[in-house]
Nanobody
């Protein structure tokens, strides 16, 4: 079994910063891409940023230049540094990872439980 546990969400004023963390645990053989998605009320879940095991990154246009995704492979953790936050960044942020387990060495998609980020104007 694989668990992804997020932390770091909260309430911040526009222009402020937050750092999200997501730690993977369980019977893990390998982790490929890790990333962050978000879902605002009434909207579809969308990709925010992701990062491969080789540290290649990809960002949504709306967050380029403001957000930075990184990972610590030894800790099986992915981070999202969010700067210059805007009210439109308000959403539930979900961690995502492609994980191969010890028992089934095939990459499957796993999700965290989500963490709320609220940006006030």
């Amino acid at each position: 079994q694989v668990q992804l546990v997020e932390s770091g969400g909260g309430l911040v004023q526009a222009g402020g910063s937050l750092r999200l963390s997501c730690a993977a645990s369980g019977s893990i053989f390998s982790i490929n891409a890790m990333g962050w998605y978000r879902q605002a009320p009434g909207k579809q879940r969308e990709l925010v940023a992701d990062i491969t095991s080789g540290s290649n990154t990809n960002y949504a246009d709306s967050v380029k230049g403001r957000f930075t995704v990184s990972r610590d492979n030894a800790k099986m953790t992915v981070y999202l540094q969010m700067n210059s936050l805007k009210p439109e960044d308000t959403a539930v942020y979900y961690c995502n990872a492609m994980v191969a387990t010890m028992t089934n060495r095939r990459y499957d998609n796993y999700w965290g439980q989500g963490t709320q980020v609220t940006v006030s104007s």
